[in-house]
C-alpha cells in the first residue's frame, strides 16, 4: 500500500520504510512525525483519493537526520559596471523514513515528536548578542593586510568579508588546507572550487 502526502508545498509518493529528503521539519533524529495531509492512499481499485485530503488517514515517520542542502550560487555581474555580486545559499533538509500508512483514524503507536514552543521575547536579544560575537573562522596574523582584491575573484564586499574571518593576507589564502576550504565553504557564501582557485593565485602573489 502506497500513499500521496504533502508537505513543505510539495507532494511525495511513500510506501512503508521508504527514506526520503523533505523540507525541514522540526524534531530530533529517532523522533516520531505524523502527516496528516494525505491526498491519496490505497492501492488499484481500492484506492482513496481526497477532497482534498483523505479522512481519518495519516502517515507516520521517523526522523533519520537533520541537515543541509548542496550549496547554491547565485553570481550576478553588470557588464562594463565593474559590478558583481556572490551570493550562497543551502536550504535546510529533513531525512525521514516512513514507518506507518494508517486509515480508518487509527492511531500510532509511537507518539509524534512535541511542537516546540517559541523562545521568550526576553531571550532574543542574549542569542542576537551572541551570534554577534561568535569568533571567528581564523586569527588575522599581525602586521599590514595585503590587498585580497588583487586576487581575481574577490571583491571589495568579499574582501571584508573575508577580513571579517581573520583572513587578511595572501600568504594566510595560499596556506589553506583542504580542511580549511570546506570550513569557509559551510560558513561564508562562497564556493570550494572559488576558494581553491583563490588560493592559486595568491601562492604566486605571495612570492
Not at 502526502?5 to 523540507?23: P, S
Not at 543541509?68 to 559590478?83: D, E, H, L, P, T
Not at 590587498?147 to 571584508?160: D, E, F, M, R, S
Amino acid at each position: 500500500m502506497f500513499a500521496v502526502i504533502k508537505t513543505g508545498g510539495k507532494q511525495y509518493r511513500v510506501a512503508a520504510n521508504d527514506v526520503l529528503t523533505i523540507e525541514k521539519l522540526e524534531g530530533a533524529a529517532g523522533d516520531s512525525i505524523e502527516f496528516t495531509e494525505i491526498l491519496m492512499v490505497g492501492e488499484g481499485a481500492g484506492a482513496s483519493v481526497g477532497a482534498p485530503f483523505v479522512e481519518g488517514a495519516m502517515v507516520v515517520a521517523e526522523v533519520v537526520e537533520q541537515g543541509r542542502a548542496r550549496k547554491v550560487i547565485a553570481f550576478k555581474k553588470r557588464r562594463r559596471q565593474n559590478s558583481k555580486r556572490i551570493r550562497g545559499h543551502r536550504q535546510h533538509q529533513t531525512v525521514v523514513k516512513i514507518t506507518d500508512i494508517l486509515t480508518g483514524g487509527a492511531k500510532p503507536s509511537k507518539k509524534a515528536a512535541p511542537k516546540k514552543e517559541a523562545a521568550p521575547k526576553a531571550d532574543a536579544p542574549a542569542k542576537t548578542e551572541a551570534a554577534a560575537t561568535a569568533a571567528p573562522l581564523f586569527t588575522a596574523p599581525a602586521g599590514e593586510p595585503d590587498n585580497l582584491t588583487k586576487i581575481k575573484g574577490i571583491g571589495p564586499v568579499a574582501a571584508g568579508q573575508l577580513a571579517e574571518q581573520g583572513i587578511t593576507t595572501f600568504a594566510q589564502v595560499a596556506a589553506l588546507s583542504d580542511a580549511d576550504i570546506t570550513r569557509i565553504d559551510e560558513a561564508m557564501p562562497f564556493s570550494a572550487d572559488q576558494i581553491t582557485d583563490w588560493r592559486d593565485q595568491a601562492k604566486a602573489l605571495a612570492k
